[in-house]
């Protein structure tokens, strides 16, 4: 019996320690990948990062010894060990009380501070400080199922494609249009913010370093929610000004009549380049949910054929 137990004991430690050494291999291979929150390239993205760490830190100081004093305990006082049934002399102990009951409150308190500090100067709304330049615009419309990018200080809009100046304060004004409430999301630049037909939401980003990022919508909003996906090109502020002569060559036009096309739900849609923007497009979208009355959809009779068909698919 006892030598069953020692060969027990043994095979115990031995998974432990492969289990232990297959982890860390696996984490090494994904250092290469890391995306996101983790792998920040934007000054809020390396705020939210940094609360996030802060946040576990604090949170561990209460789990870990927890988790080892679990372990500690199953095996000091196993069956093989024939360890002599412990009777403590007394019931209670105000010191060990306050100790278990106070380190959590304490805790608490310094999560809830810390929090709400970091909420408040993280807001989405608010111009990020420390910097002198005066923010770009840019002007976001969620379609079905794609994003539509308007620069109304160039007059181009593009399709499920953004460039955007490293060190510079982007300025984001979203809204919907035809297609149900949405989220912004750029992961390693920072905040989500989520966008409803007929109001516009907006976000504060500054992105430290250039790059390719990727851009997505994170609330489901029907058949092509998966594919609804951009590039995020952060570049120079000279590659950005040539490139904005560029497009201000584009044929393409987006017209009143080219914008209804977009009203049209599609799934995958490639990028798309257009010059000369319809003034006041994003604010007439906003205004058209704004003076509608009624159960009758502002776009009732816009692309609802081609939205059964996806559907049905």
Known sequence: ????????????????LLMCGFTMLCLAGCSGHVVGLLNPKGIIAHEERKLFFDTLALMLIVVLPVIVMSFTFVYHYQVSHRVKEYKPNWGHSLFLESLWWGIPCVI???????????????????????????????????????????????????INYLMIPVGRQVEYRITTDNVPMSAFFIPQLGSQIYTM???????????????????????????????????????????????FTQMKKSPNR???????????????????????????????VIATYMNSLGTVHPRNNEGQFYLRQMNKE
Do not use: C
């Open 108 to 158: 608490i308190v310094i999560l809830a501070v810390l929090t709400w500090k970091k909420t408040y100067e993280l807001d989405p709304f608010k111009k990020i400080t420390g910097t002198d330049q005066a923010p770009m615009l840019i002007q976001v419309i969620a379609l079905p199922w794609k994003w539509l990018f308007i620069y109304p200080q160039q007059d181009i809009a593009t």
């Open 197 to 243: 037909a007929g109001m516009r939401s907006r976000l504060h980003l500054l992105a430290n370093q250039p790059g390719d990022y990727e851009g997505m919508n994170t609330q489901y909003n029907g058949a092509g929610f998966s594919d609804m996906h951009f590039m995020v090109h952060v570049v120079e502020p000279d590659k950005l000004q040539q490139w």
């Open 254 to 284: 987006l017209t009143d009549a080219a914008y209804h096309k977009l009203l049209n739900p599609a799934i995958g849609v490639k990028p798309q380049f257009f010059s000369g923007v319809t003034t006041g497009l994003f604010e007439s």
């Open 1 to 16: 019996m006892i030598a069953r137990m020692r060969m027990l004991k043994s095979v115990t430690r031995w998974l432990l």
